[in-house]
């Protein structure tokens, strides 16, 4: 590949300034007025032109990809399986995991982990942006029991723990949201099965141990606490949160000691004077920090 990039730069011409004209060479000049250019410089130019084409020839070798945990989904050589549970937890509640496409290939996602902690019938992922009763009937019909919850912090979302003592039917499957806040929204909003689960949301003071990843607010906690918290509470079992931790803990802790930093979250930024981009100059957009500023729920 580096050779093919080097071949390109070489074929094609430069973008000078305006202001570098000063500085041009009498071939670039002669060039410009319409001179002959020297036979030495286009033979020269023949030259290099060769070189280059000979590039084109050589064998490109593909990247290799690391060989990975079947498991925990980690390169071999940093696999986080000591860090799991000897054998799935038992539980009784039946965890949806509805993925966006770019969470996919992430390399520090947390849903494997997650995954690889739970019975692999208590723990589906579906990957994608759309979700109708015609593309995924098993997913239509889990959204229309009365026992099914979706865990997203809307104006309508109750208090996950003050519901469940009210509740006339005990919840039996929990349906969590795997993206960034805007790819959450746009999946939640764009997508009529799920507004058919009662919206439920965590009224937690724990922060985030997901710190290499930066996070909208300081209340904000990556897919895989959110479902830590709600397992634990759903099951009625702190044990369960412990343990689905672990991983992330583990995870956190090797990238700090290999040269990852904490990344502090956005409102704690903007709140400090550190946030490190100017401002954006969309009124959405600014409106949004504004509110981040004020803690102001978004």
Known sequence: MESQKEARTLQEPVARPSGASSSQTPNDKERREGGAVPAAAALGAEADDDSADGLWELPVEPAERRPECTRCSRPQKVCLCPFLPAHPLHISTHLYIIQHPAEENKVLRTVPLLA????????????????????????????????????????EAANLEEFILDSPVYPSTIIIIDGTWSQAKDIFYKNSLFRHPKQVQLKTSISSQYVIRMQPTNRCLSTLECAAVALSILEKNNYIQETLLRPLQALCSFQLQHGAQIRLSKEHLLKNGLYPKPMPKNKRKLRKMELLMNSVKI
């Open 116 to 155: 690889a902690c739970l019975p692999q019938d208590k723990c589906k992922v579906k990957i994608g942006r759309r979700f109708s009763e015609e593309r995924d009937p098993e997913l239509s019909t889990v959204c229309r029991k009365s026992g099914t919850l979706i865990l997203y912090p809307g104006s």
